[in-house]
């Protein structure tokens, strides 16, 4: 069993930059994949980023890549997404999900892959 805590999120203008931790307990934080994903009003849950266990692998939606960074730090059980020009189409629930064993980076990109999630932090970009 993995639990997942994020940070708080925040409010922030449209051009700057937020960091979301999350915190896993347990000792296995390393045999996990990891992957923040994030929810709009009204919307589906999309996927954000992912990395492989040894973080080594990252993967990014298309709207995101550049501006953001997803790392891990396995000694410390926990997986960051720094968000920078941020924009008011990044405004959602953001959540992170963890997924045990084996798992390329395309299967990081469904949220059926992943089998622990946190508890999502709000993130606001205002224009």
């Known amino acids: 069993q993995v639990q997942l805590v994020e940070s708080r999120g925040g409010l922030v203008q449209t051009g700057g930059s937020l960091r979301l931790s999350c915190a896993a307990s347990?000792?296995?934080?390393?045999?996990?994949?990891m992957g923040w994903f994030r929810q709009a009003p009204g919307k589906e849950r999309e996927f954000v980023a992912a990395?492989?266990?040894?973080?080594?692998?990252?993967s990014y939606v298309d709207s995101v890549k550049g501006r953001f960074t997803i790392s891990r730090d396995n000694a410390k059980n926990t997986v960051s997404l720094q968000m920078n020009s941020l924009k008011p189409e990044d405004t959602a629930v953001y959540y992170c999900?963890?997924?045990?064993?084996?798992?390329?980076?395309?299967?990081?990109?469904?949220?059926?892959?992943?089998?622990?999630w946190g508890q999502g932090t709000q993130v606001t970009v205002s224009s």
């Open positions: 347990g000792r296995t934080f390393s045999e996990h994949a």
């Open positions: 999900a963890a997924k045990s064993g084996l798992a390329t980076l395309v299967m990081l990109t469904t949220r059926s892959a992943y089998d622990y």
């Open positions: 990395i492989s266990r040894g973080g080594g692998r990252t």
